[in-house]
């Protein structure tokens, strides 16, 4: 039986930047890479383990670290303007959305809500209500912080932080960098330091960011804000289910070699096997699309010449676009690998970076954006938040033990992801060795993924996350 669980929220606030933000800052702009993503809230969780000695400042120390943090982060403190292209960053409209809670079973230990792992209760570690309409999948109307947290204490000591932020004003990198700040920060107030300032690209300490990604992909004027959905769930009629698949460094080292590409990374492979599963279960039902749009999240900060700086902020994300027939999957000359792979390379190369930069690049970033949202087609996105310094986001009192998503489930009683389907993202495992893909599909499609014999070959289903008491691990970078 999957553990229940009652969660009681204890405070909430708007933490604000710890020094006044300057006055010619405190007008953000989104760039045109911003305005190309979607309208939405990006949700991410980690999960802590109790800390070696029971600390009591460790509540108004978050904050205290978090203020501190957003006046380095000062657009996270911000509030939505009208115009849905430009963030509030004023001293009158600044504030982080933060809420405290408490699991209130006494008896409900982290290490026993990992081992009884239920997805749909996850939702209740975020800070939904903050939202409109408990719907992270809408457009956050003017007013809207960018970024709601949420610290769930456990009444063994565990923790969990949530956080959901504007996608549109940040990518996944970013939260990466703006974890690791904030849990530098922390970590030195425990040690009573100063946090030692550094910037993204080594280094401990505070991670700086390095603003500017409006003048390297400047807005289009014309062009509206992005759509506000990253599928098209609206028009799905069978419930969303969220199924995790955890592929170990010994079902990669399989996969990469059944695959046969010499160059291809783990993540790229782990596309490759779901994308195949995914497809030939849409092949399956009743009336399949003759064609699939499957688009692949591409980290563009290493991609130019020269790279950009890893702690850029914003969005320097693009999708690469691959259209597939499904009822095809299972003929031999369709080279599923190599489609994926040229794909990448199409968004990826120096050449188009630099095309799609300045005024000129504008309306090719737009053309570029435009290709994956086709009329009639059905859209599989991949992302992948592998590699990016999640695990290391140590707050003072350990690394997480486990990171996780927020479901979109049948299960789920009205929050949550708002009915989102057709989405893969992919996470590092706790030891780095592996890889989790958190899977979005309509039930009976995930029905047919769960049976799907070569694609558990390489993968386990819904493993309960391994829990250690020592939350040490190696670094990811």
Known sequence: ??????????????????????????????????????????????????????????????????SDTLSRYYPL??????????????????????????????????????????????????PLSAVENNNILSPPPPGSPVILLQVTWFPCGGASIALLVAHNVLDASSIGCFLRAWGGAAAALIRNQPPVAGGGDGGSGIW???????????????????PAAVTAAEQRNSPAVTRRFVFNATGLASLKEKLMEPMISRVQAVTAILCESILRAIAASRAPPSAVVVTQAVNLR????????SNSFGNYVINAVATIDPREIEDPSCCLVKLLMDSVAKRSGGGFVSKIQGRAGAALLAEAAAEEYRAGRRRIGFTSWSRLGLYDADFGWGEPAWLGLLPSDEADDGGGGGGVVDLVMILDTKDGSGLEAWVLLEGNEMGMLENDEKLLSFACLDPRPQFTPDSTVRSRL
């Open 302 to 309: 290493r991609k130019g010449y020269p790279p950009l700086p």
């Open 208 to 226: 700086d960011p390095k603003f500017g990604g409006d003048s390297i992909f400047p807005r289009n004027e014309m062009r509206s804000p992005s």
């Open 1 to 66: 039986m999957e553990l229940q669980v009652v969660v009681e929220t204890t405070s909430t606030t708007y933490i604000k930047p710890s020094s006044p933000t300057p006055p010619h800052l405190q007008t953000y702009n989104l760039s045109g890479m911003d305005q190309i993503n979607p309208q939405i809230y990006g949700p991410v969780i980690l999960f802590y383990p109790p800390p070696p000695q029971p600390d009591h400042r460790r509540s108004s120390l978050l904050k205290q670290s978090l």
């Open 77 to 126: 403190a911000g509030k939505f303007r009208h115009d849905g292209l430009s963030i509030d960053c004023s001293d009158a409209a600044a504030g982080a959305y933060y809420a405290e809670a408490r699991i209130v079973d006494r008896n409900t230990s982290l290490s026993q809500f990992l081992a009884e792992l239920n997805l749909a209760a996850i939702n209740h570690l975020f």
